[in-house]
C-alpha cells in the first residue's frame, strides 16, 4: 500500500494548525483572565535571536500553505505578515486551513517524484523530489515552528500539555 502525499501532509498540517489554533486561545483567555497584555506573549522568545511568537504562527502557516501548493503545482499564496494580535493570528490559521482543504488530493498524484525547486537566498537553489521535499524538509520546518510556538506559551505559564499540542486526531 503505498501513502499519497496528500495524506501524509495536509490532514497532518490541519491537525497540528487545530492545535496551534487551541493553544493559542488558551493563551488569550490566560491574558484577559490575569490583565496581561496580549502583546507580552506575541512577542515572545526564547533567545534573542530567534523570532517572537507571532513570527511563529506566521512562519508555521507558510510552511503549511507553501508545501501543500508546491505538492499539489498550485500558486503559493503570497500574505503580509502584518499580525499583531490573537484575532489576527487565528484568522490567518483559519485562512492557512481552508487554502489547503481546498487543494484536490488527485493535484498530489505524482507528487513524490516531482521536482521542487527552493530558491532560500540568491543565488542558492535546491532541488528535491516531492517525497524528500515534503518529508525531508516541509514538514521537519513547520513542526519546528508549531513546536517553538508551543513552548513559548508554556514557558509562560500557559496551562497546555501534550494533548493541546498534538490537536484533535
Given amino acids: 500500500m503505498t501513502l499519497s502525499l496528500h495524506a501524509a501532509t495536509v490532514p497532518v ?3 497540528m ?3 496551534l489554533s ?3 486561545a488558551k493563551a488569550a483567555a490566560h491574558a484577559a483572565e490575569r490583565k496581561i497584555d496580549p502583546e ?10 530567534m ?3 507571532v513570527r511563529q504562527v506566521q512562519i508555521a502557516c507558510d510552511f503549511a500553505k507553501s508545501v501543500s501548493a508546491r505538492l499539489a503545482q498550485a500558486e503559493v499564496p503570497a500574505w503580509e505578515d502584518n499580525e499583531a494580535s490573537f484575532d489576527d493570528l487565528q ?4 485562512r492557512t486551513q481552508a487554502f489547503i482543504a481546498g487543494l484536490e488530493a488527485a493535484a498530489f498524484d505524482g507528487a513524490e517524484a516531482r521536482e521542487i525547486v527552493l530558491r532560500p537566498g540568491t543565488p542558492k537553489e535546491k532541488r528535491l523530489t516531492g517525497q524528500a521535499y515534503a518529508l525531508a524538509y516541509g514538514l521537519p520546518q513547520f513542526f519546528f515552528h508549531v513546536t517553538t510556538s ?3 506559551l508554556r514557558h509562560a505559564g500557559i496551562e497546555i500539555g501534550k494533548r493541546d ?4 486526531y
Fill in 13 to 15: 498540517f490541519q491537525q
Fill in 17 to 19: 494548525l487545530g492545535g
Fill in 22 to 24: 487551541d493553544v493559542l
Fill in 40 to 49: 507580552a506573549y506575541l512577542k515572545l522568545r526564547l533567545f534573542p535571536d
Fill in 51 to 53: 523570532f517572537p511568537l
Fill in 91 to 94: 484568522a490567518r490559521i483559519a
Fill in 150 to 152: 508551543y513552548a513559548l
Fill in 165 to 168: 499540542f498534538m490537536g484533535r
